[in-house]
Structure formats: structure tokens, C-alpha cells
Nanobody, 113 residues
Framework: VQLQASGGGLVQAGGSLRLSCAASGTTFSKNAMAWYRQAPGEQRELVAIINSGDSTNYADSVKGQFTIARDNGKNTVYLQMNSLKPEDTAVYYC????????WGQGTQVTVSS
């Protein structure tokens, strides 16, 4: 069972990125899934959650800026990030909300000013 995050990169402030989280080894269509991020020297924080019914919740810091979505047919969760700011720079991870599996490597997002 593995979750592979991808889609990160270097982008200028105001730009956009779409992150993907592909699951392998099992299906998570009945699970709430989440994106987290961890900036250097900081604790990992929850960014966005999507439940099995596609209801979503966001950290206050990204409301109106990020959108989480899922494609159960592709066993993939996405994070659309718009109007990126330097403070969004972090390694982004995805995981199951309940009974999380071991964390993967995440994907680095770097926003330059």
C-alpha cells in the first residue's frame, strides 16, 4: 500500500500548481483523504480534507486558494493550488485521514517572491 505525491516544483508568487496523490496496492474510495504540508523547521499541518462523499474542508490559511478533489476511478486525489505565496513553500504529503499509512516522500513546492 503506497501513496505517491507528485506535481510539485518551483513557481513564482501568484502562480498555480496541481498536485496529485496516486494510491497503489489498495483503493481509498471509501476513505477520507487529506493533503498536509510541512515547511522547514515547522510541524506538519493539515491543508485540506475530502471525504468519501466529496465534502471538503480547508485550513483557514488556504480557503479560497486551494481546491481538493478526488477521482476514485483513478484512485487519485488532487490539490489545485492557485495564487501561490512564498509562505506556501513546503513539502506536501497526502494520506488517509483515519488510520494513516506510513508517510511517503511528499512533493516539494517552492514559491519564489
Amino acid at each position: 500500500v503506497q501513496l505517491q505525491a507528485s506535481g510539485g516544483g518551483l513557481v513564482q508568487a501568484g502562480g498555480s500548481l496541481r498536485l496529485s496523490c496516486a494510491a497503489s496496492g489498495t483503493t481509498f474510495s471509501k476513505n477520507a483523504m487529506a493533503w498536509y504540508r510541512q515547511a522547514p523547521g515547522e510541524q506538519r499541518e493539515l491543508v485540506a480534507i475530502i471525504n468519501s462523499g466529496d465534502s471538503t474542508n480547508y485550513a483557514d490559511s488556504v480557503k479560497g486558494q486551494f481546491t481538493i478533489a478526488r477521482d476514485n476511478g483513478k484512485n487519485t486525489v488532487y490539490l489545485q493550488m492557485n495564487s501561490l505565496k512564498p509562505e506556501d513553500t513546503a513539502v506536501y504529503y497526502c494520506n488517509v485521514v483515519l488510520n494513516p499509512i506510513p508517510w511517503g516522500q511528499g512533493t516539494q513546492v517552492t514559491v519564489s517572491s
